[in-house]
T-cell receptor, first 112, second 115 residues
């Protein structure tokens, strides 16, 4: 199976909260990341969480980490149409050499 | 501003032709990476380099080649042996420093198509 799994699609109404989920198999990661990709562009780092944390909040973004269940989530509060994009979860699997392992991405569509 | 520049943005390849995608970074990062992105497939690692004059194969290196002669440059050649090269190619860099945070920073990509 995949090292990192995500649902492929999520649709929400503007103003609602979005929750994008990610599960992974390797428990050795030090840092776990969320990236955003807009159409035709590269990936933009949104936020990250250190493995000894359960939660990290950054303005509208909240990252939750459940190490026991190997589950990572990204909550976007007050979702806007500009948040429509593909969101990637990435883990480092404990590598100190810089390599990251990405999920397939979740396409978030925000309806007005 | 510091960043990663990929060129060209669009590239077309004829059958049997090699093409080279450029990636330049001025972030002073040691490590650089090439990914291929196909719809619904996410990112797949082609090659990566941790230091100058050294590089390793990723998960899908067949049909591709790279060089790392300078710290700031990591060009990718898509050879004629790559039978299905149509994809979006992304270059990234990072500065691995042991156990500290080491996110990868990405360029804007090159879209390669077959003529």
């Amino acid at each position: 199976g995949e090292d990192v799994e995500q649902s492929l699609f999520l649709s929400v109404r503007e103003g609602d909260s979005s929750v994008i989920n990610c599960t992974y198999t390797d428990s050795s990661s030090t840092y776990l990341y969320w990236y955003k990709q807009e159409p035709g562009a590269g990936l933009q780092l949104l936020t990250y969480i250190f493995s000894n944390m359960d939660m990290k909040q950054d303005q509208r973004l909240t990252v939750l980490l459940n190490k026991k269940d190997k589950h990572l989530s990204l909550r976007i509060a007050d979702t806007q149409t500009g948040d429509s994009a593909i969101y990637f979860c990435a883990i480092d699997r404990g590598s100190t050499l810089g390599r990251l392992y990405f999920g397939r991405g979740t396409q978030l569509t925000v309806w007005p | 501003d510091g960043g990663i520049t990929q060129s060209p943005k669009y590239l077309f390849r004829k059958e049997g032709q090699n093409v080279t995608l450029s990636c330049e970074q001025n972030l002073n990062h040691d490590a650089m990476y090439w990914y291929r992105q196909d719809p619904g497939q996410g990112l797949r690692l082609i090659y990566y380099s941790q230091i100058v004059n050294d590089f390793q194969k990723g998960d899908i290196a067949e049909g591709y080649s790279v060089s790392r002669e300078k710290k700031e440059s990591f060009p990718l050649t898509v050879t004629s042996a790559q039978k299905n090269p149509t994809a979006f190619y992304l270059c990234a860099s990072s500065n691995p420093t042991g156990f500290s945070n080491q996110p990868q920073h990405f360029g804007d990509g090159t879209r390669l198509s077959i003529l």
